[in-house]
């Protein structure tokens, strides 16, 4: 019923940019928190950023000052700009979001919901 969709992904060099979106679509009333995990190969996942309804920021210490989380509220989206990139950056990407779903506030549900990821990897 709700759903989000990553895009921007790819194959960049280090030192380059990509940028992130995410979409949410279905019956949604309003998205709370929003946040970027990424999972590398053979590693957890991990929290890279987070951003509340009201735009404020978190970041995980190793992209603090390279990364930049926004969202659109009018669109349900959020990004994850992406700059000097490193090797170590290569992982799956996810999209997340906090949100309450249904037709009216009479019979809303809080859900958590996790996008289909998508890959980012940079080559040294």
């Known amino acids: 019923q709700v759903q989000l969709v990553e895009s921007g992904g790819g194959l960049v060099q280090a030192g380059g940019s990509l940028r992130l979106s995410c979409a949410a679509s279905g019956r949604i009333l309003r998205i709370n928190d929003m946040a970027w995990y990424r999972q590398a190969p053979g590693k957890q996942r991990e929290l890279v950023a987070t951003i509340t309804s009201g735009g404020s920021t978190n970041y995980a210490d190793s992209v603090k000052g390279r990364f930049t989380i926004s969202r659109d509220n009018a669109k349900n989206s959020v990004y994850l700009q992406m700059n000097s990139l490193k090797p170590e950056d290569t992982a799956v990407y996810y999209c997340?979001?906090?949100?309450?779903?249904?037709?009216?506030?009479?019979?809303?549900?809080?859900?958590?919901?996790w996008g289909q990821g998508t890959l980012v990897t940079v080559s040294s």
């Open positions: 997340n979001a906090d949100l309450a779903s249904g037709s009216t506030w009479y019979n809303f549900r809080k859900l958590e919901v």
